[in-house]
Structure formats: C-alpha cells, structure tokens
C-alpha cells in the first residue's frame, strides 16, 4: 500500500499545509484565487507519482432565508 503525502497551497501565498484536511477561513485567501492540493504517493520500493488537483474561490453575496423577530417578554 502506498504512503499519501498531501500539501496545500494558495496562489496568494496566505496558504500552505499538509495532511488529509484544510480549513480555511475568511482571511486566508480571497476570491479568485486558487487553491491546489498536491498528492504524492511513494510504493515500498520508493518510488513515487504525483498528482494535483486546484479549486479557484468564489465570493457570493449572502442570502438570508428566513428572518423571525419576537418581542422581548417584559
């Protein structure tokens, strides 16, 4: 079974990491900008194959459903 290595990053620079996971919040990159993760995997024998595969984030305006207002109970 081959070992997975995977790295992050953002075509801004604000990103880089490694593992299964990112999480990103609002301040680490803005629209537009990419986001590529790059797998490695690496056999027994050593050798190894690399793939990647990138994201471009979007900015959407919010969307509110459902607003509720109750009065406050005196």
Same mark, same amino acid.
């Given at each position: 079974? @081959?070992?997975? +290595? *995977?790295?992050?990053?953002? #075509?801004?620079?604000? $990103?880089?990491? &490694?593992? +299964?996971? *990112? $999480? *990103? &919040? @609002?301040?680490? $990159?803005?629209?537009?900008?990419?986001?590529?993760?790059?797998?490695?995997?690496? +056999?027994?024998?050593?050798?190894?194959? &690399?793939?990647?595969? #990138?994201? &471009?984030?979007?900015?959407?305006? @919010?969307? *509110? +459903?459902? $607003? #509720?207002?109750s009065p406050a109970c005196?």
């Amino acid at each position: 079974t @081959p070992t997975l +290595d *995977l790295a992050w990053a953002s #075509s801004g620079g604000g $990103v880089t990491a &490694t593992g +299964d996971t *990112l $999480v *990103l &919040t @609002p301040g680490d $990159v803005q629209p537009g900008e990419t986001v590529t993760c790059t797998t490695t995997a690496t +056999d027994a024998q050593g050798e190894t194959g &690399t793939d990647a595969a #990138s994201v &471009t984030i979007d900015n959407t305006a @919010p969307v *509110l +459903d459902t $607003v #509720s207002i109750s009065p406050a109970c005196t």
